[in-house]
């Protein structure tokens, strides 16, 4: 797939989109998520990233559907969430 707005998208016009490329070690643990896991009214932010990357160091060598339902766990009952979360975790082999 080339890269640029998600399928079904129209933005109109032609625009570039930046592509970066990494390789992942065997074993490591990408972690994409939505401002609403770390992000709450009066909770500092940098913290909130902090505890989520803390959590994953210790707790993320367990299989991915529930490493991410204990993500979700562990996060939600901090703050009071008032966005949606969406989490996508990734271990290549």
Known sequence: M???PLPGIDTGVDALHPVSTTTLPAGALLALYTDALVEAP??????SI???ADHLT????????ELADDLVRHALP???HLDD?????????
């Open 85 to 93: 979360v969406a989490l996508l975790l990734l271990r290549p082999r």
């Open 58 to 65: 210790t707790t993320g060598e367990r299989p991915l559907d």
């Open 42 to 47: 009066g909770a500092d932010i940098t913290e």
């Open 50 to 52: 902090a505890t989520v």
């Open 78 to 80: 901090t703050h009071a």
């Open 2 to 4: 080339e890269p640029g």
